[in-house]
């Protein structure tokens, strides 16, 4: 049987019983016929929600009072290959030279709390030298756990994918595996017997999420056991998971969940209004309540179609089980969602992302997030020429130029800007021979 084998290699492998358990529930799923699809028909729209910027004041002070019971969680799990990184993503420079984790450790220590970080195999040496080097955050808590790995399932066979280099044969569980690593690591129980009681979790390239007080008081008055921040989407946003209403509970639709024929509905941020910030407040007794009642969190399904090495289209299909963290709003009862403003949302996925990051459109606050100075450019770098990092830096030899007041800028071809170009309103680049905008050049459109 396929299973036995994928088991047999997980259990090879050492992963723990409850990972291979949680896996071994998706692949039975996937057996069955389940895609993961949320189909529009079966969900509505959210229509309105409570909001950060209107929470009572009093909210702030009953965060600050019990921030000893936080403890904010980074997922560091990734490399950032796809702008062609060989470390953790959470190592590039980011913002005034700082990577980060620089960064991230800086706002844990404003905010008082202990940092833990969920890595990746990959990314666990490299982000704890670097710890190794930056003062301590506050508790004697474990620095990091460790996110569990999977194996790939051949697309035609159901069982483990025949591939001569064995890492390609495996592929992290998406980030919903935060609730089983929570509590295969111990860090579950490290963290409950430290008298912590309240976990923020973010992603590590979204330095907008810090914890907030009054966020944390709104947790607390209200006996939330899952809380999901979402903001307004816009046209950017429309690849973005959003939240929905099924049978009169919020759940979250990933883009992977949604059928072809959906995806019109899907992107219509003025339907589906909120997407997830992917900031997340768990409370971990509840976590530990439901463990105890269910023995997992059974996550919903999230099928993803793809070749066993993502460098070679011609390589065999795979499928890789995944869940989302966010998903979780779905399975703990009395769950909600915050509306909050756009500052807690500042999230490095492309280069696109690093350049407006890099300019003068964001600031790096007192309490070092990362904020817009204004309503965020769209940017489009041509794939071609900016895809990597290096790339990147290659063309903005002397950093970023002016965005502050650019609303959209579009390069298509190869240019190199020079020092202190300013761009405002709505630019398009276009050239088929490489280009060089001068020093100080201003460009409008």
């Known amino acids: 049987m396929s299973l036995d084998a994928l088991t047999t290699m997980m259990r090879d492998d050492d992963l723990p019983a409850l990972a291979v358990d949680s896996f071994a529930h998706h692949y039975r799923q996937l057996v069955a016929g389940e895609t993961g699809m949320i189909p529009e028909a079966a969900i509505s729209p959210v229509e309105t929600l409570p909001d950060a910027d209107a929470l009572d004041p009093a909210l702030d002070a009953l965060g600050q009072a019990h ?83 999977i194996p790939k399932i051949d697309q035609t066979t159901l069982g483990p994918v025949d591939w001569p ?79 929905a209403l099924q049978d009169g509970q919020l759940i979250l639709r990933e883009r992977a969940q949604c059928a072809p024929e959906d995806a019109a509905t899907f992107q219509d941020h003025r339907r589906h209004r909120y997407f997830n910030t992917n900031n997340l407040w768990l409370d971990l007794d509840a976590l530990q309540a439901r463990l105890d009642a269910v023995g997992g969190m059974h996550l919903p399904l999230i099928r993803n179609a793809k070749t066993v090495d993502p460098r070679d289209g011609s390589s065999p299909a795979v499928y890789q089980l995944e869940s989302a963290m966010g998903a979780a709003i779905a399975v703990f009862p009395g769950s909600a969602a915050l509306r909050v403003p756009r500052s807690r949302f500042s999230p490095v996925k492309t280069t696109a992302d690093l350049l407006r990051v890099r300019s003068d459109a964001t600031t790096l606050t007192g309490d070092h997030r990362v904020i817009s100075t204004a309503k965020p450019p769209m940017i489009t770098l041509d794939a071609r020429y900016y895809k990597l990092v290096s790339d990147l830096e290659a063309r903005f030899p002397a950093g970023a130029p002016s965005l502050k007041a650019c609303r959209r800028l579009m390069v298509r071809g190869d240019w190199t800007f020079g020092a202190g170009v300013v761009v405002e309103g709505d630019v398009v680049l276009e050239s088929d021979m490489p280009q060089q905008i001068p020093d100080g050049a201003v460009l409008r459109g």
């Open 67 to 149: 921030l000893s019971r936080a403890v904010v969680i980074k997922l560091n799990g990734g490399l950032g290959t796809s702008m062609g990184l060989q470390v953790a993503k959470s190592l590039l420079a980011v913002k005034s030279g700082q990577s980060f984790l620089e960064l991230i450790v800086h706002q844990v220590r404003h905010a008082g709390c202990p940092l833990v970080l969920m890595n990746s195999f990959s990314t666990q040496t490299d982000s704890l030298s670097l710890l190794d080097t930056l003062p301590p955050t506050p508790g004697a808590l474990p620095r990091d756990f460790l996110q569990h790995r």
């Open 165 to 243: 280099e064995e890492r390609q044969r495996w592929c992290p569980p998406g980030h919903g595996d935060l609730f089983t690593a929570l509590v295969t690591r111990g860090t579950l129980s490290a963290l409950r017997g430290a008298g912590i009681r309240y976990a923020f979790v973010s992603n590590s390239d979204n330095l907008g999420a810090t914890l907030d007080p009054a966020i944390l008081g709104h947790v607390i008055a209200n006996d939330l056991p899952f809380l999901m921040e979402v903001a307004d989407r816009t046209e950017a946003d429309a690849k973005g998971g959003h939240l």
